[in-house]
Each structure stands twice: as C-alpha cells, then as structure tokens.
C-alpha cells in the first residue's frame, strides 16, 4: 500500500533511556526491559548527556529524595545539547521539573507490571517516531513543536486488530490518556498522532480514522493534528495508534 524506504531499520538518532532510584531495578524485571540503549554514564552529570539526541527520564515520586534527583538530572540534560528530553515521573501529584513533564499516578494502575507497561509503550511511540523512518514521515521538529513552551505531556498507545481496528486503538489510546487527565480532551491546542501497522494492513483509510476519533474526541476543534505512519511487519494484524499531547 506504501513504498517502503530503503532506510526503514536505520536509526537516525541517540536515544537514551535513564533511571533513577529503585525504578532501574524494577525496569530490567521488565521482558521488554533490553530494546531500548540506557544512558552511559550518571544521569546528574551533564557529560553523560551530551551525545544524546532523544532522552527519558524515569523516577519515582513515592521515593522522596528521587524528585530531587529528577530535578537535577533535567537541568543537567538541559545545560547540554540534547534535542528532546522527556522525563517521566511516578507520582500521584504534579510536580514542577524543568523539562515537559509526564506523570503517572501509580494509583491508577493495577500494578508495577501495567505501570511501567504504560512508561514502555510511550517511550516506544516516541522512538518510532524520530528514530524510524516512516511512511508518512514525523520526526523530532513535529515532536518538539507539541512539547515546545508545556510543562505537562499526556502521551498513551493503543493496539487492536479485525474490523475497526484504527479506532478501536484510538479509543484505547485515548482511554489511556484520560487515565493520565481526566480533563485530556479538553487541554492542548496540538496533538501528535502516529499510526503503526504491517505493509499489507496499514492504508490511508485506516489513518483517517485513527484521526477523525482523535478529531471527534477533542472539545478543541481547531486543535491541530499532525499526523504520520510507520511500518512494523511485527504487528501483522494489529493497528498500533499513538497519541501526544502537551499541556
């Protein structure tokens, strides 16, 4: 349905995953704890940052001494070069960071495992999109448009496959995000949306959509939706839709 890019498993940049405190260790007990590279070096020093194009930062609030960590660390990533860090914070209250911020209120989950499921799929979405080339290609400028100038982020995945997959996805997707904010599809005046399937199950129609559940959901209808699509031949059946939004 799409001509593929020569390109497609090329990495185009330096993504690095980074923990502090116990979320490390509950990270690796983790099966899909190898596919992303952890940063080299320690998170507080602006030297391990320095070569990182795309960085995550994962703590846990619950850990008193770790927001401090977390602060720390941000400004030391931010006194570099890096491109786009998004730190991602356990925690049951919103916490000011220098950096666009993503909370997870671990009350909302139903345990370790679904939790740092959630923090996987959003790295995921974002390593999609601005580290594999795509069909429709997003990359890291439409990433840093919607996280530009926000202290919140609101990122959620969905999956689902048969008829209607796309919106059924987009639906999971978008319960996901009013799980983060009960107020989700009121905030933002941007969203990134990405649609991920195999060659042979992925089609216009289906972004289309993904897009118009995402449209008919907001309450901003000037709201802008930059959209893309990617290629996974792993999913076969499965429509994958990832959602940004930045508050």
């Known amino acids: 349905m799409f001509e593929l890019n020569e390109n497609m498993d090329k990495e185009l940049c330096n993504f690095r995953v980074a923990f502090i405190g116990k979320t490390a260790e509950i990270w690796k007990q983790q099966t899909f704890a190898e596919k992303f590279k952890l940063l080299d070096g320690k998170p507080l020093e602006a030297a391990s940052w320095r070569r990182v194009d795309i960085g995550f930062l994962i703590a846990d609030a619950r850990e008193k001494e770790d927001v401090d960590y977390l602060k720390k660390a941000a400004a030391a990533a931010n006194n570099t070069c890096i491109s786009l860090l998004i730190p991602i914070l356990i925690s049951a209250e919103q916490i000011d960071v220098p950096a666009s911020l993503m909370t997870i209120n671990p009350k909302k989950y139903a345990g370790e495992s679904e939790l740092y499921k959630t923090i996987y799929d959003a790295i995921k979405s974002i390593y999609d999109v601005v580290c594999i080339p795509g069909l429709v290609n997003l990359d890291l400028c439409d990433v840093q448009a919607v996280c530009k100038d926000k202290k919140k982020l609101l990122l959620a995945t969905g999956e689902a ?52 559940t995402i449209h008919d959901w907001m309450e901003n209808k000037q709201a802008a939706i930059i959209w893309g699509a990617s290629i996974d031949e792993s999913l076969d059946d499965v429509i994958r839709v990832s959602i940004l939004i930045g508050e």
Request: aromatic share 2%.
């Open 161 to 212: 496959e048969g008829e209607r997959a796309s919106i059924i996805a987009a639906m999971e997707a978008i319960n996901k995000l009013t799980k983060q904010n009960e107020k989700a599809q009121s905030v933002g005046t941007s969203v990134l949306l990405n649609v991920t399937g195999s060659e042979a199950n992925l089609s216009m129609y289906e972004i289309q959509e993904a897009s118009e």
